[in-house]
Every structure is written in C-alpha cells, then in structure tokens.
C-alpha cells in the first residue's frame, strides 16, 4: 500500500507548497514519522522551505530517518526529530503553529485514534490542515477480524485495529471538516504463500501484530489460509491482497 501513500503525498505537498506560498519555511510536524519514507515524499512534493519536526519515539528509526538515502530537499528545509510523545506533548506546541500535521499510518498505534487527531487539529495554523493516512476497513483489518479473536480474545483484538472508518468516526466529534481520498493499493503475496518463505512469516507477523516465527505450524498455517483466501491477480500475474488506503486531509472549523 505504500507506493499508493507516497504518490499521493507528493501531489498534496505540490499543492501544499503553492497554497503556503515561497515567502516562508512551511512549518510541518509528523506524528510517528517512522524511518521518514512517507514524510520526505511530501517535502519532496512540497517544493519549498520546509521547518520539520518529527516526534519518533524509537532511536532505531530516529537513525533509519537521518540515514535515508533520500531526493535533495529545497535549500533552507531543517529537519529535526524528537523523542516526545503523542498526544501528551501537545500541550508544548504553540496552537496554530504548524501548515501541516502528518499522521502517516501511525494511528494504529494508539488504543483510541480520537485523542491523536484532535490535538492535530488543535496545532494546525489558520489555512493549514492535518493529513491522515491510514487502512481502509477492507484487506488485512479483514484478516485480523479473523485470526485475532481467538488468540487475544473476543474483545481485547479491536484494541490494536485502527481503520477508516474509526477515524471518519472520530472526525465527526471534532471541530473540524475533512475530505476523504480512497486510494486503491496491493500488497503482494508472493511471499505470504510460500510456506518455506521467511519473509512470508515476517509480513504476516507484521500485518497481524503477532511473532509467528515461534508459533505453532497449524496457527501460521491458519493465518496464511486468511490470506490466501483473498488472494487476487495483480496487474503482474501475482498473487496480491487489495489493501486500499484513505486520505484524510482535516481543517479547524473557523
């Protein structure tokens, strides 16, 4: 689903950069920026001056996002990471201090997405907006639905599921409006389906959030039956799972 985020973060930041305009640094912040894929697509698209601050609580992908080998960026862009969490940290920050707010795939990460996202908002400057990307409730929230019950129990799975449609639900309490992209994307199963592929158990691991390298044959076997179950054709011929992804662009309602 990856090259589905990046292309359109690029073409947001194009249009981003021309509504900031070229007499001033672009102030950004990027919840859980990560190793910075995402983020540098949207510098990159952005054009411009950019004063970037990510809030990355792990130093491996702190050091992951200064080593990425990366499109130069626009003369004057600084980036800086921090360890500081999410939402707790808000409170620092200037209201209305940054044009743009990132929360790139990083949602799923906290037990409700309502808290994350209105502090977002809360940040935003006048004309600005916050930009969410995240799973749609289709592809591997399905499987999840499917294999978790049993391991964590009837309820407490739905704790680690973050989707589109639990986001739209939380923007509709915020003051604030959005617009929403759904943007198609594969992730290719080539590996998943092969049960000698090591690579297959760590996607599957990934995507369930759950180690299956010391799980029972018949458990890693069940998840890879989840998968293969909505395998499709991709445009290559290969087994693919179609995993789209939402954009949501949020302003504060004046």
């Known amino acids: 689903m990856q090259p589905a985020g990046l292309k359109w973060l690029r073409r947001y930041g194009e249009a981003r950069g021309n509504e900031v305009g070229r007499g001033r640094r672009a102030r950004v912040l990027s919840v859980g920026p990560g190793d910075g894929e995402l983020d540098f697509a949207f510098l990159e698209g952005l054009g411009a001056p950019a004063a970037f601050l990510g809030l990355e609580p792990s130093p491996r992908l702190r050091a992951d996002f200064f080593a990425r080998d990366a499109a130069p960026l626009p003369v004057g862009t600084t980036l800086a990471l921090s360890a500081a969490a999410w939402p707790e940290c808000a409170g620092e920050a ?5 044009d743009t707010v990132l929360l790139n795939h990083v949602l799923y990460y906290f037990e409700d997405c309502g808290p994350p996202l209105a502090a977002a908002v809360a940040v935003v400057a006048p004309g600005g907006a916050a930009v969410v ?4 409730a289709e592809g591997v929230p399905e499987i999840q639905a499917e294999v978790l019950p049993g391991w964590r ?17 939380a923007l509709r309490a915020l003051p604030c409006t959005y617009e929403r992209a759904d943007l198609d994307a594969d992730l290719d199963m080539s590996a998943v389906l092969d049960p000698a592929s090591d690579d297959g158990v760590a996607i599957m691991s990934f995507c369930v959030e759950a180690d299956l390298r010391g799980a029972a044959p018949a458990a890693v076997d069940a998840v890879r039956a989840a998968f293969a179950k909505r395998a499709v054709p991709g445009l290559g011929g290969g ?11 949020v302003r504060p309602r004046e």
Do not use: H, K, M, N
């Open 239 to 249: 087994p693919v799972l179609r995993e789209p992804v939402v954009a949501f662009v």
């Open 153 to 169: 129990g009837s309820d407490d799975w739905r704790r680690d599921v973050c989707t589109a449609d639990d986001v739209e639900a």
């Open 133 to 136: 990307l995240v799973q749609a």
């Open 94 to 98: 200037l209201e209305g201090a940054y």
